[in-house]
């Protein structure tokens, strides 16, 4: 019987000074639980990533996911391939999450290969690929250098090609943004997290985890080059869409 992940409780107690948001081995020992308690429709998205890699990998191609972190998404991924030749690239550039990645990539009997890379997504080369996967990911990178990332993804994938991006929104509309963010904040109470917990949480992260509006990621992955952009998923103020390069 498998052990249930350590319980988050990092920002349980009153903290004097807050230092922003940081992936380290305190972080990665909570993660699971973190990210199941904060992100609605985490789990989905997890699942369902698998289907993309059934349906769009191609043959003798590279499957990358940028910001890996503990390889949820790589195995959802190498779960579902089902056509010979690929590799799978994961990448992050936190030393804790990577450690903890390799372990479970390795403790995983699919056939598909996997390289894990500690390294900044920014500096990875992008080529053959048939499946990009950002997950939650873009929004910490600073907001003037998202547009090229994507422009360095869309050059390296072949023709047929998709990239899933996973992002926390916000919306242009304060009315749509204070509902949006209301039932962010109810989902996390009905996960268990106290006020003090979510307040101390939101400002570790304010000057990290910059969102952009729908319209904003949509706009950018069409200057980036990418044909077509679907909205797939959306559970309040986290989605995520799928762009297509051009056959």
């Not at 903890?100 to 890379?117: G, K, N, Q, Y």
């Not at 949509?218 to 909205?231: D, K, M, N």
Request: charged fraction near 20%; include cysteine; proline fraction near 6%.
């Amino acid at each position: 019987m498998s052990q249930a992940p350590p319980r988050d409780t990092l920002f349980s107690q009153p903290e004097p000074m807050l230092v922003d948001f940081q992936f380290d081995e305190r972080v990665a020992s909570v993660f699971p639980d973190m990210i199941r308690r904060s992100v609605p429709g985490y789990g989905d998205i997890i699942a369902l990533l698998g289907l993309f890699a059934e349906q769009y990998a191609q043959p003798n191609s590279r499957i990358y996911d940028l910001g890996c972190s503990l390889g949820a998404a790589t195995l959802s991924l190498r779960r579902r391939i089902q056509v010979p030749g690929c590799r799978i690239i994961a990448v992050d550039n936190a030393e804790a999450m990577v450690a903890r990645c390799r372990e479970h990539i390795a403790s995983d009997l699919s056939p598909t290969p996997v390289e894990v890379i500690e390294a900044d997504i920014r500096e990875v080369v992008i080529e053959q690929a048939s499946v990009v996967v950002l997950n939650f990911t873009l929004q910490f990178l600073p907001p003037t250098e998202r547009l090229n990332l994507l422009q360095t993804i869309h050059a390296g994938m072949l023709p047929g090609g998709v990239l899933i991006l996973s992002e926390k929104l916000c919306f242009p509309d304060p009315q749509s943004q204070a509902f949006e963010e209301q039932m962010h904040l109810a989902f996390k109470r009905a996960n268990g997290y106290s006020e003090m917990e979510i307040s101390q949480k939101r400002a570790a992260l304010e000057n990290v985890l910059v969102p952009d509006t729908l319209a904003q990621h949509r706009a950018r992955l069409t200057e980036a080059g990418f044909a077509q952009v679907e909205s797939w998923f959306q559970a309040f103020n986290f989605a995520s869409l799928v762009a297509f390069k051009k056959h």
